[in-house]
């Protein structure tokens, strides 16, 4: 079993910049495929972004490509993402997940552990 905590979140300008971190317990972390999600108010969470095992294959949403940057230190157990460029739609509690199989990436039920979600906030 994989336990996640997400931190790093907060409040910014339109603009600015944040780097959200998931700490994972265990020690095969870098068996897992690991994603972001997000939700936003009133909104079904959606699909950020994924990094595969050793980090050299990641994808993004088309909503935040160019903007955010998944990585992950396997040795730390950790994955971050890096935001820049952040905009008021931003705004969502942002979680973090890791997935046995590398099958539905892209959605919620491709994932078997889930993180509590940290909060951003992007005021224009």
């Known amino acids: 079993q994989v336990q996640l905590v997400e931190s790093g979140g907060g409040l910014v300008q339109a603009g600015g910049s944040l780097r959200l971190s998931c700490a994972a317990s265990?020690?095969?972390?870098?068996?897992?495929?690991m994603g972001w999600f997000r939700q936003a108010p009133g909104k079904e969470r959606e699909f950020v972004a994924v990094i595969w095992w050793s980090g050299n294959n990641t994808y993004y949403a088309d909503s935040v490509k160019g903007r955010f940057t998944i990585s992950r230190d396997n040795a730390k157990n950790t994955v971050y993402l890096q935001m820049n460029s952040l905009k008021p739609e931003d705004t969502a509690v942002y979680y973090c997940a890791a997935a046995s199989r590398p099958t539905a990436l892209l959605f919620i039920k491709g994932y078997d552990y889930w993180g509590q979600g940290t909060q951003v906030t992007v005021s224009s």
């Open positions: 265990g020690r095969t972390f870098s068996t897992y495929v």
